[in-house]
T-cell receptor, first 114, second 112 residues
Framework: EPEVTQTPSHQVTQMGQEVILRCVPI?????FYWYRQILGQKVEFLVS????????KSEIFDDQFSVERPDGSNFTLKIRSTKLEDSAMYFC????????????FGPGTRLTVT | KQEVTQIPAALSVPEGENLVLNCSFT??????LQWFRQDPGKGLTSLLL?????REQTSGRLNASLDKSSGRSTLYIAASQPGDSATYLC???????????FGTGTKLQVIP
């Protein structure tokens, strides 16, 4: 069964460093998403991406964040200058275009900023 | 702004019992509602998606209902098993299809 994959599973970085989190969505899906979950808190929507541009973003997704689909398979989230409060689990998700908007989530990348 | 609440926050039941998890949302202009399970330290596994035109969906021992007028969704688990132990999240999709608001989650423990 097709699945969303994410790499790395765990990333440790120092405050102020740039990180890139990578995702491979399900191949025939056209909508892509990033979410984050701070330990013990709700899953929060960050951004949605369709047709090579951002369709929606939340207040969390400020100028420090960017997303890109550099090729036909990868979808990346970049944090330019990490802060301690960026430490969280980051989930990528994808969905088909059409009536069904069921989102399929990857296993997540745990980002630890020290 | 959509708010999604799940009650109870935690639930412990003996194996074999039928149970209901509740999800409430504030904005009835909801497109879809999706139920997930999350195992500790893991990603989210989609269980059921209910589209706004539907009232319920079933998959195996799971049945989810959606009542937009009352702002409620329920997830019914029949004949619970220890393997059902996980945190269950509901998520409401509104405001442009791609935006989703997650609930606070219900942590379920099924005791053998």
């Amino acid at each position: 069964e097709p699945e969303v994959t994410q790499t790395p599973s765990h990333q440790v970085t120092q405050m102020g460093q740039e990180v890139i989190l990578r995702c491979v969505p399900i191949s025939n899906h056209l909508y892509f998403y990033w979410y984050r979950q701070i330990l013990g808190q709700k899953v929060e929507f960050l951004v949605s991406f369709y047709n090579n541009e951002i369709s929606e973003k939340s207040e969390i997704f400020d100028d420090q964040f960017s997303v890109e689909r550099p090729d036909g398979s990868n979808f990346t989230l970049k944090i330019r200058s990490t802060k301690l409060e960026d430490s969280a689990m980051y989930f990528c998700a994808s969905s088909e275009q059409g009536e069904s908007y069921e989102q399929y989530f990857g296993p997540g990348t745990r980002l630890t900023v020290t | 702004k959509q708010e999604v609440t799940q009650i109870p926050a935690a639930l412990s039941v003996p194996e074999g019992e039928n149970l209901v998890l509740n999800c409430s949302f504030t904005d009835s202009a909801i497109y879809n509602l999706q139920w997930f399970r999350q195992d500790p330290g893991k990603g989210l596994t989609s269980l059921l998606l209910i589209q706004s035109s539907q009232r319920e969906q079933t998959s195996g021992r799971l049945n989810a209902s959606l009542d937009k007028s009352s702002g409620r969704s329920t997830l019914y688990i029949a004949a619970s098993q220890p393997g059902d132990s996980a945190t269950y999240l509901c998520a409401g999709f509104s405001g442009g299809y791609q935006k989703v608001t997650f609930g606070t989650g219900t942590k379920l423990q099924v005791i053998p």
